[in-house]
């Protein structure tokens, strides 16, 4: 059984995390909790996966600290995640390496790991590069509104190409690693599957994200109950619970969903 080189592997990599600031303690248990199921069930692939979601994403929230040091405010969080953050982002994944436990033989769990890595992949991505884009980003449900950087639901041409590499990258992985005849069709299908929940994240931030007003920057924000700069946020629009860890979930729980349904077809 791997399971205990999986804690082993899960305790390192959250302890790594910890120390370098990607992840707050409370972040750290939680990776330790979802590494362990995923490299303890799933075994090296799911690992590699993972890791690559993981490390890419953690580089790029790096990397673009300061460009984005502006719209900071913008997200509710900063780059060092919480349990909250890493259940949004890999709960759904966790799910599908403890039902590899229950169907080893199946493609689905694979699949749907992969769709919701995918997903939570492409949507980092399509943040955290979408600041380059020259121009500002316009508005998902309405594409004539031109929106401030940072805006939830404000998409770009940069950001949604990079959103397309990101899911890529884990289509291409999620096809070489599992040893299926058709591997060209699971890398066509993460693929798609991860741009597709990554729109659906930009799509819920346009519509029911929970959304805040701070009266003394006169700005909207994710941030709630207290602002950076001390003042207390006013709801303004959207479902109060469902917070930006509820929209990742979202995100790839729509992945999984679209990787499933196109499998089958
Ligand atoms: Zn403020």
């Not at 929940?197 to 003394?216: E, K, N, R």
């Amino acid at each position: 059984m791997q399971l205990p080189f999986g804690f082993l592997l899960a305790i390192l990599i959250a302890y790594i995390a910890f120390r370098t600031h990607s992840l707050n303690k409370s972040g750290a248990l939680a990776a330790m909790f979802t590494g362990t199921i995923i490299f303890g069930i799933g075994g090296w692939q799911w690992a590699i996966l993972l890791l690559t979601f993981f490390i890419t994403s953690s580089a790029l929230s790096r990397a673009f600290k300061k460009r984005k040091q502006g719209l900071d405010e913008k997200f509710s969080k900063g780059h060092e995640r919480d349990s909250g953050q890493v259940f949004g982002n890999g709960g759904i994944a966790t799910i599908f390496a403890a039902l590899h436990f229950f169907f080893p033989n199946e493609l689905w769990p694979w699949l749907g790991f992969a769709a919701a890595l995918a997903a939570v992949n492409a949507d980092t991505w399509g943040t955290e590069l979408g600041v380059l884009n020259p121009n500002p980003p316009r508005m998902i449900t309405n594409l004539t509104k031109v929106v401030e950087k940072g805006t939830s639901g404000g998409i770009s041409l940069i950001g949604t190409l990079a959103s397309l590499a990101g899911a890529a990258l884990i289509g291409i992985l999620a096809a070489f690693l599992y040893p299926a005849t058709d591997s060209i069709s699971i890398g066509i299908i993460v693929t798609l599957a991860g741009l597709a929940g990554a729109l659906f994240d930009s799509f819920l931030g346009a519509t029911v994200q929970a959304m805040y007003y701070c009266p003394t920057d006169k700005k909207e924000t994710e941030k709630y109950p207290i602002h950076t700069c001390g003042t207390p946020t006013v709801h303004i629009r959207g479902w109060k619970w469902l917070d930006n860890d509820w929209v990742n979930f979202s995100c790839g729980t729509f992945g999984v969903v679209m990787a499933l349904i196109t499998s089958v077809l």
